[in-house]
């Protein structure tokens, strides 16, 4: 079975959303991801036109929309450059459903980094803060890996199990995993202590 691409994960959750949603892709393009494609420096608009023309504001949604639309049907390249700014418009579980699929493409766990505050010019070490614990997302992935644990419950896997089966399975322990390693960065990082296993989980504490 071909394999997704990157910009076809992208496209499907974003249709995934506007089916389940009253997103149309006209308020996507212009009030989502034109305003995000800007604060990236990924696009310009001409807001004295847009702003004081009505004729001008409909065509630049017009063409804004086409655009989009275009992409989103596989009838013009989905720019690369546009992938974070595009996943940051969508709904966070979206966005986490994206990013766990496009870990996985890379071979990779999706491990979100906690996010710290720091004053300005503070000693990185001596200035550690609290980071919110998330344990019981831990417990939740847990309950969810036993709930979809079918091939397990014979004591063994062996090729009658049902793949299906299977695949819910592993994707429930992959969750499970991101989980924890979530939780152990977030416990080093607000306590300021080394998180063991370093170069197991590949894991650089330093940075977002």
């Known amino acids: 079975m071909k394999q997704k691409t990157e910009d076809q994960v992208v496209i499907e959750y974003t249709r995934r959303w506007f089916e389940n949603s009253r997103e149309s892709i006209e308020s996507f393009s212009t009030t989502l991801l034109i305003p995000a494609l800007e604060d990236a420096g990924l696009a310009e608009v001409d807001h004295d036109s847009v702003e004081n023309s009505v004729e001008a504001f409909k065509r630049w949604r017009r063409a804004a929309s086409m655009r989009v639309g275009r992409i989103i049907r596989g009838q013009k390249p989905f720019p690369l450059a546009w992938k974070w700014a595009w996943i940051s418009c969508l709904p966070h579980d ?17 491990v979100p980094l906690p996010r710290i505050g ?10 550690v803060e609290a980071v919110k614990a998330t344990l019981h997302r831990v417990s939740q992935e847990f309950g969810e890996l036993q709930a979809h644990s079918q091939p397990a419950h014979d004591g063994r896997y062996d090729v009658n199990d049902d793949p299906l089966e299977v695949d819910r399975m592993m994707k429930e322990a ?25 170069r197991m989980i590949a894991i650089e504490i330093g940075g977002e």
Not at 94 to 110: D, K, N, P, T
Not at 174 to 195: H, Q
């Open 94 to 110: 979206y966005q986490v459903e994206i990013r766990r699929e496009l870990m996985a493409m890379a071979g990779s766990f999706y």
């Open 118 to 127: 720091m004053a300005p010019g503070a000693d990185p070490v001596a200035a």
């Open 174 to 198: 992959g969750d499970l995993v991101e989980a924890l390693l979530g939780e152990m960065t977030a416990l080093s990082r607000g306590t300021g202590r080394p998180m063991p296993r370093m």
